[in-house]
Every structure is written in C-alpha cells, then in structure tokens.
T-cell receptor, first 112, second 116 residues
C-alpha cells in the first residue's frame, strides 16, 4: 500500500537558519503530494502541494519539488522564523482514491 | 460555518463507555474523512464518505467503531465499549470537489479522546 516516510524530529533551528525536512513516498500510481502544517492548538492546514513530476509547490517562503525519480518531496525554507514552529506532515493522495495518506509528522522548533 | 467544526474538543470516557464524536464539515463539501491520530504519530485513515455514502471503511480498527453521515452533511463517529487503546485525537476533514488531482482536505481541530 501507499506510505510516506518523514525524517524524525524534533528539528531545532535558530531563527534565519535554512530548513530541510525530508519526505519520501511509496505509491502504486501517480500521486499528488502535499505538505500540511499544524500550528499549536490548531488543525492541520495545507501548506503547499504538487500534482506532477518536477512541479514545485510554494507558499509562505516554503518550497518542495516533486521528484518522481527519487520518490521524494522534501520541504525547504531559506530562512525560518520563530512563527514557523509547528508540526509538518507530508502526505500523498492517489488519483482516483481521494484519501490522503500522511507521514508521522516532523516537529520544528525555531529559537530566537 | 467558516471551517470544519468538531465537538466535543475533549472527551474523557470510562473504559466500556460508548462515545459519539461530531463533525460539521464545510457547507457543500462532498467528501468527508475521519482520521485517528495517536500521540506523536501522523493521522491514520479510518473512513471516507462521499455525500451520505460510506465508500471506504477499511481503516476502522474494529467493529466497535461506526460512522454515519445520514444527510450528507454532519457526520458522527461512534465508538462502543471504549478501550484504553482508543485514546487518541480524532480528526475530521472535508473536501470539494470530489477528489481529483491535488484536492485540498480541510481539517477540524479534532476531538481528544482519553479513555480511563
């Protein structure tokens, strides 16, 4: 079955540091890929997405590129802020399935 | 409402008690999902509705779990004879249109169930 593997956290960074959170996936078909973010006390919300190979999703300074050859969708940000502290979830949904499959989440802690 | 609403936000149940968790999706959203999220884990799929039809319930962990969406809007997840291993956050999400490439799921804040 489909699965998503994320790097374990917590990831602890100083403000303005570069962020990478690794995500790889296993899928039987050609999925859409997502990053969701969960801020403290809030529900999951979509951060960015990509629907085909080599697409780059971007939002709020975060980026991720759909790499079919390496089955990866790594999340990056050039300069993190304290307000980026949250849990980040990589997810996929197969075409025709409609049901998102999530990774276990990676906690990001950014210190001033 | 503006978003997906879940109630109650917190529920403490004694082992063996039945519980009912409610989800109000975004108005007009066709798809509705329930997920279970254990502490430190990602959301695990439980069941999926398209309007009032339950199209997939493969993630329900046992026959003690039951979900319904009788009029294609509000959904209820019921857990009978709760066990300690049922303690988790239960998430509801909705989306529109029906699936398709890159369809975003909108999540509620979840119901934290603690079985004592």
């Amino acid at each position: 079955g489909d699965s998503v593997t994320q790097m374990e956290g917590p990831v602890t960074l100083s403000e303005e540091a570069f962020l990478t959170i690794n995500c790889t996936y296993t899928a039987t078909g050609y999925p859409s890929l997502f990053w969701y973010v969960q801020y403290p006390g809030e529900g999951l919300q979509l951060l960015l997405k990509a629907t085909k190979a080599d697409d780059k999703g971007s939002n709020k300074g975060f980026e991720a590129t759909y790499r079919k050859e390496t089955t990866s969708f790594h999340l990056e940000k050039g300069s993190v802020q304290v307000s980026d502290s949250a849990v980040y979830f990589c997810a996929l949904s197969e075409r025709g399935s409609y049901i998102p499959t999530f990774g276990r989440g990676t906690s990001l802690i950014v210190h001033p | 409402g503006a978003g997906v609403s879940q109630s109650p936000r917190y529920k403490v149940a004694k082992r063996g008690q039945d519980v009912a968790l409610r989800c109000d999706p975004i108005s007009g959203h066709v798809s509705l999902f329930w997920y279970q999220q254990a502490l430190g884990q990602g959301p695990e799929f439980l069941t999926y509705f398209q309007n009032e039809a339950q199209l997939d319930k493969s993630g329900l962990p046992s026959d003690r779990f039951f979900a319904e969406r009788p009029e294609g809007s509000v959904s209820t997840l019921k857990i009978q004879r709760t066990q300690q291993e049922d303690s988790a956050v239960y998430l509801c999400a909705s989306s529109f249109p029906v699936g398709g490439e890159g369809t975003e799921a909108f999540f509620g804040q979840g119901t934290r169930l603690t079985v004592v």
